[in-house]
DNA sequence: GGCAATCTTGACCGAATGGTCAAGTCATAC
DNA sequence: GTATGACTTGACCATTCGGTCAAGATTGCC
């Protein structure tokens, strides 16, 4: 082994066992941060959910505005790949669809990380503020312009390109962030497998025929 | 003046000045809460952001917990006043549209209020349960009907009425719980009377579209 | 086995927070 | 004018919280 092989191993096996607490502390605080928000959550709380004693977390997060910025960062990825999802060499009604379903699966499948990001932006975005300015930016800048395309060669009814992301944002990520209210109404139980079809052959089903395009059938 | 009339009338004094200070409180706990949250709110920002001195709150509003449950019994009451907005008599073309129209008038009008609201379903309605157990889930029983009534007659498109109303709740709250979002994505400016009148607009006409309804025309 | 680096954890600390209180001010009724 | 009740407020208290630390356990390498 040389040296090299030595530090990468000896990193390696280090970093195994940091991402393994990193990953236990994140996915607690993920939880505890969105059930009580940043200020309502204790790293005693933290603590206890990761069943780890508190000062361990201050080891791997050295005080709570790193560990909730972590937190934060990491759901961003998620949110960046639902992003890219938007195929825009496909025709609207497939792009569309295809980009609400993703959504929507990412506010089924991260609903704690949702709530984090709602409250985040809600607050004023502290930590994404930079992220906001940037990339959500640009990346509404390209999207604008092939939605604006689409009303130009006739395949969607005019309409201003970002409310119509606006819906589809707040629809899909009100699954998640309204769970609770939207369990209380399916009386008191989470929406079964069939129930998220539903709901989604429904958002896609509004959405399209409201942009003028024939939803697929799915009968 | 009758022993009644003076009870009254002193009783009435004394309300004023006590209405005055908590509607005061009220207004600014509201503020701090929308943007903090319940815990990183403290009763020396409210009372800060009041302008009185803190024991004064405490004389007002026994605690904090009691003081949050005002604010957001104050909101419910906004809450409701939308709710009943939606006219169940008319067409559904026209009871969508006025419904979707009241929402975002809300939405624009108590944007603190809508955060708040938005910060305790997500942290599961803490205050709000027996709310969204009775009243609500009545609303939404009664409403569901008419919306398949709707369908039945061939008037819209078949829908879970349910996820309808997800659409345009999610929809028109988006507009004040994400407005930080929205104001970057706009230059960094609030949205502007126009472009409040175009959001509706479009709303309306994905909604109305969406659900096999020939919007009106808003040309 | 022994060394070095990483990890673990109970005990502790200063600051901030929700809440109390008693002394005082102010308005009103007679 | 003076007694009564409502309102005001600076000082204070107990608790909680974020964060520190030093002593010890564990791991990996020679």
Redo the contacts between chains.
């Keep these: 082994m040389s040296d090299k092989d030595t530090a990468a191993a000896a990193n390696g096996k280090k970093t195994e066992i940091r991402l393994a607490a990193e990953r236990r502390i994140l996915d607690a605080a993920e939880k505890v941060f969105?059930?009580?928000?940043?200020?309502?959550?204790s790293m005693q709380q933290i603590a206890d959910r990761a069943e780890l004693p508190k000062a361990n977390l201050h080891y791997y997060f050295s005080t709570k505005e790193a560990l909730y910025r972590q937190v934060v960062e990491r759901i961003l990825t998620i949110w960046l790949d639902a992003a890219d999802s938007l195929d825009v060499t496909e025709d609207p009604a497939t792009a569309l669809a295809s980009y609400i379903d993703t959504k929507m699966e990412v506010s089924r499948k991260h609903p704690a990380g949702s709530?984090v990001w709602?409250?985040e932006?809600?607050?004023?975005?502290p930590v994404i503020?930079v992220y906001?300015?940037t990339t959500?930016?640009e990346w509404?800048a390209g999207r604008e312009y092939i939605v604006r395309r689409w009303i130009d060669d006739g395949l969607i009814?005019p309409?201003?390109p970002?409310?119509?992301f606006?819906?589809i944002?707040?629809?899909t990520?009100?699954?998640a962030?309204?769970a609770?209210?939207?369990n209380?109404?399916n009386d008191g139980a989470p929406m079964s497998d069939d129930d998220w079809l539903?709901?989604k052959r429904?958002?896609v089903?509004?959405?399209?025929?409201?942009?003028?395009v024939i939803p697929p059938r799915v009968e």
């Design positions: 969105a059930e009580r928000g940043f200020g309502g959550a709530k709602a409250a932006v809600m607050h004023g975005a503020q906001l300015e959500l930016r509404m009814v309409i201003e970002r409310y119509l606006y819906m944002w707040a629809t990520q009100h699954y962030d309204f609770h209210q939207i209380v109404l539903a709901a429904d958002v089903a509004v959405i399209l025929r409201g942009v003028g």
